[in-house]
């Protein structure tokens, strides 16, 4: 048998070894475990970042002076990434955070494991998302009644979750 020939034999049997090591290795990394509650991210994701919008309702955010230290601000909105940027960059986090919501493993501040798999839950998640992403795509158009409407829906998938989760009896509470 010539050489080339046995090649062709062990080629395709060390591609298929290689995919199934691959895949068992894959198999076996654990899915990365959440490293706040519910309570922790609200404070240090959705809660700093739902006020910018809110803040842009009122305010015109291009109008806003930028601080006198821009890369040390503790405003966003007067920041290095200030003004119309920083609402557009608050909607982004927060719709990314939705995904941080949903995440398996995350406990509420009671210690009770969020409850990914209920109708509300995935309901709520998926609200903020969808708001989220109308107020990033608002905040490109630089226009405050549009930031102002969709601020509304956002300020509204927030209040029908907490209705839901925040209640001394719910599932979430603190």
Request: proline fraction near 6%; charged fraction near 20%.
């Given at each position: ?26 198999a ?56 119309w940027?920083?609402?557009e ?50 905040a ?28 001394p ?6």
């Amino acid at each position: 048998m010539a050489a080339g020939a046995s090649w062709r034999r062990v080629v395709p049997v060390l591609l298929i070894a290689g995919v199934a090591a691959l895949a068992l290795v894959q198999a076996q990394t654990p899915a990365p475990r959440p490293a706040s509650t519910v309570a922790q991210l609200m404070q240090a994701v959705l809660f700093p970042n739902a006020n910018v919008i809110f803040v842009a309702e009122g305010e015109d955010p291009a109008a806003m002076p930028r601080d006198a230290r821009p890369a040390a601000s503790t405003n966003p909105l007067t920041g290095l990434y200030g003004g119309w940027q920083a609402v557009e960059n608050s909607g982004l986090a927060l719709m990314e955070s939705a995904d941080l919501l949903d995440m398996r493993g995350r406990l509420c501040a009671n210690g009770t494991a969020v409850p990914v798999d209920e109708d509300d839950w995935t309901a709520a998640v998926r609200d903020l998302r969808e708001a989220a992403g109308a107020v990033a795509v608002a905040a490109r158009t630089q226009n405050q009644e549009r930031i102002g409407e969709t601020a509304i829906t956002l300020a509204d998938s927030c209040s029908t979750c907490h209705r839901i989760y925040r209640r001394p009896d719910a599932h979430c509470a603190r």
